[in-house]
C-alpha cells in the first residue's frame, strides 16, 4: 500500500515539475489578468516574465515586488514571488527574484539574478538561476532537495509607438536534476513569442504563444484598459488548457496593487495578488552621488 501511494505521489509530482505554471513568466497580477501575458510587455514584473523586456520599460524606478498565488483553494499550490528591481548607475535595469511553490512535502525554490540593457529600440536580457526541488513524502522512498543553475534570455523590439514584439526562453542551459539511482529529471524548456499593440495610452493589446518542449503550445490573448488615471480592468484568455481570466489595478503614484482572477473549468479558482512599491528616495539618492 505504501508503494502505491509513494507511485501516485512521484506521478503527481512529475507533472508538477513539468507543468507548474509559476517556474516561468506568471508572476505578477497584471500578467495574471490577462490570461499570462508578459512576453511583450515592458514593466518591472518582466523581471520575472521577460528579463528582455524589462529596460524597455523607460519609467522603472527601484522598486520592491510582492506577489502571492493560490491554485484551486489548494495550499500545497501556493505560490510566493519577491524581487527587487532597479536602474543601474553605468546603463541598464538589474534585479533579484526570488520564487517558491509547494508546501514542506514538495516545493519548487528559485533564486535569480538578471540583466536587461536597451541598445536603440531593442531591448536585450539575461538571467541566471539556481533551481531547487524538495520532496519529503514521508516514506523514506524519495530523495531530498536538488538543484541545478540554468539561464533565461529574453528580447524586445519596439517597432513604432504602437508595435512591439519580444522573444523569451526559460532554461536554454537544458538544465536536468539528477536523482540518485534513476538517472535525471528534465527542468522544463519554456519558450515564448508575443506582439503587442497600444492603439491608444489607456488600452494595451496583445497575443502571444508559449511552448514546452513537452507539451502541446499555448495561446494567449489579453487586454488592459485604464479606466481612470490609478484604475486598471484587465481580461484574457488561455488555451492548453482553456481558461479565461480577469483583473483590475490600483496603482496611485509609487504604489501599485493588483489582483487577477481565472477560472478553469474541470479544477476550479486561481487568485493572484501583487504589490509594488516605487523607492523613490532611493532614485533621489542615486541622482545625488551622480
Known amino acids: 500500500m505504501k508503494i502505491r501511494i509513494t507511485l501516485v505521489f512521484l506521478f503527481f509530482y512529475q507533472v508538477l515539475l513539468a507543468q507548474n505554471p509559476t517556474i516561468s513568466g506568471a508572476a505578477g497580477a497584471t500578467q495574471a489578468g490577462m490570461a499570462g501575458i508578459g512576453t511583450a510587455l515592458a514593466n518591472e514584473w518582466a523581471i520575472f516574465n521577460n528579463i528582455g523586456a524589462l529596460s524597455a520599460y523607460t519609467e522603472v524606478l527601484p522598486s520592491a515586488m510582492l506577489a502571492f498565488e493560490n491554485r484551486f483553494g489548494i495550499k500545497a499550490l501556493n505560490s510566493y514571488h519577491f524581487s527587487v528591481v532597479s536602474p543601474l548607475a553605468f546603463s541598464g535595469v538589474g534585479g533579484l527574484t526570488f520564487n517558491r511553490f509547494g508546501d514542506k512535502y514538495f516545493n519548487q525554490t528559485q533564486v535569480g539574478i538578471g540583466y536587461s540593457h536597451q541598445i536603440s529600440s531593442v531591448s536585450v536580457g539575461a538571467k541566471i538561476n539556481y533551481f531547487q526541488i524538495a520532496v519529503d513524502d514521508q516514506i523514506g522512498i524519495t530523495q531530498g532537495a536538488r538543484g541545478n543553475v540554468l539561464l533565461e534570455l529574453g528580447g524586445m523590439a519596439q517597432l513604432s509607438k504602437k508595435w512591439a514584439v519580444g522573444i523569451y526562453g526559460y ?120
Do not use: M
Open 171 to 290: 532554461n536554454f542551459t537544458q538544465s536536468k536534476l539528477k536523482v540518485l539511482d534513476a538517472g535525471e529529471d528534465r527542468i522544463p524548456v519554456i519558450l515564448k513569442a508575443g506582439v503587442s499593440y497600444q492603439p491608444i495610452e489607456k488600452i494595451f493589446l496583445s497575443i502571444e504563444t508559449e511552448k514546452n518542449i513537452d507539451y502541446p503550445a499555448t495561446f494567449r490573448a489579453g487586454l488592459n484598459y485604464q479606466v481612470h488615471k490609478y484604475f486598471y480592468v484587465r481580461t484574457g484568455i488561455s488555451t492548453e488548457p482553456f481558461f479565461s481570466a480577469f483583473g483590475i489595478g490600483f496603482h496611485p503614484k509609487d504604489l501599485a496593487f493588483d489582483y487577477a482572477l481565472s477560472n478553469q473549468t474541470a479544477l476550479g479558482w486561481v487568485h493572484q495578488i501583487s504589490l509594488r512599491y516605487a523607492l523613490r528616495k532611493l532614485r533621489l539618492c542615486q541622482e545625488n552621488v551622480d
